[in-house]
């Protein structure tokens, strides 16, 4: 089955900073990766996603990247503010079969100090 | 309002005792989903369901099952709940497997 890892578990920026949360997934067979975002004793949200035939999207501050060769992907927050802060989790979907299971990383903690 | 609902919303309980959690969506979603979520493992999906009738064992479907009877709905049955599944369980839909995932407000169980 897919195993996703993402790093680091915890991240403290300052405002206006960059953030990067790296993940990285071991079957080539997943094609889609989205980025989620759960802000404290809330639900999670999508925030940006990418396909594998795709190597890099943005979305204003929010960017990501995909690497197949070395199967990892990246989120990039930029410009970063205070209500940045919250959990964020990668995911890789895994077509197998004609079936789609989706494994998500084990999340970020991201703070961002005023 | 497009929305994900979970039902009950808190559950205490005790091992052994047979429980369901409902989950419904008015999105008309094929992909739906269930997945735990326990600190620092992250979310783990537990069972999804490609559309009607048709449903796969996630990374952690021991000790759960599912059935999806209808397109809207698809619930989780903890038949012989043990203290090892208190946990945050959240629910998703989705138009597919390679599509935004909408979760809903999740179900935080214990289980004495």
């Known amino acids: 089955g897919e195993n996703v890892e993402q790093h680091p578990s915890t991240l403290s920026v300052q405002e206006g900073d960059s953030a990067v949360i790296k993940c990285t997934y071991s079957?080539?067979?997943?094609?889609?990766f989205p980025w989620y975002k759960q802000e404290l004793g809330k639900r999670p949200q999508l925030i940006i996603d990418?396909?594998?035939?795709?190597g890099e999207k943005k979305d204003q501050r929010i960017a990501v990247t995909l690497n197949k060769t070395a199967k990892h992907f990246s989120l990039h927050i930029t410009e970063t503010q205070p209500e940045d802060s919250a959990v964020y989790f990668c995911a890789a979907s895994l077509n197998s079969g004609g079936y789609q299971k989706v494994t998500f990383g084990t999340g970020t903690k991201l703070q961002v100090i005023p | 309002e497009a929305q994900v609902t979970q039902n009950p919303r808190y559950l205490i309980t005790v091992t052994g005792k047979k429980l369901t959690v409902t989950c419904s969506q008015n999105?008309?979603?094929?992909?739906m989903s269930w997945y735990r979520q326990d600190p620092g493992l992250g979310l783990r999906q537990i069972y999804y369901s490609m559309n009607v009738e048709v449903t796969d064992k996630g990374d952690v479907p021991e000790g759960y099952k599912v059935s999806r009877k209808e397109k809207r709905n698809f619930p989780l049955i903890l038949e012989s709940p043990s203290p090892n599944q208190t946990s945050l369980y959240f629910c998703?839909?989705?138009?597919?497997?390679?599509?935004?995932?909408?979760f809903g407000p999740g179900t935080r169980l214990l289980v004495l």
């Open positions: 990418i396909r594998s035939n795709v």
């Open positions: 079957d080539s067979a997943s094609n889609y």
């Open positions: 999105m008309n979603h094929e992909y």
């Open positions: 998703a839909s989705s138009f597919g497997g390679r599509e935004t995932q909408y």
